[in-house]
């Protein structure tokens, strides 16, 4: 498992953490660690999604990520 964090903007109340945690638990491969306002932390298998279409289910959901390490 690779690890995530992204910054993410937009979140302000735990309604956004739940919204942000459900996306990611829909990714295919990502096992979600950490949803804090402003932060989320997940572990992924590479060979089942990429950085990118992580970020892409945050950003479905209507937030948007600022930085991704």
Do not use: N
Request: net charge negative; with cysteine.
């Amino acid at each position: 498992m690779d690890k995530l964090t992204m910054q993410i903007t937009g979140m302000t109340c735990g309604h956004c953490v739940a919204g942000v945690t459900r996306a990611l638990k829909g990714v295919p491969g990502v096992t979600v660690d950490q949803v804090v306002i402003g932060t989320a932390s997940v572990g992924y298998d590479p060979t089942a999604t990429t950085p990118a279409d992580i970020a892409k289910a945050v950003e479905e959901e209507g937030y948007r990520v600022v930085s991704a390490a």
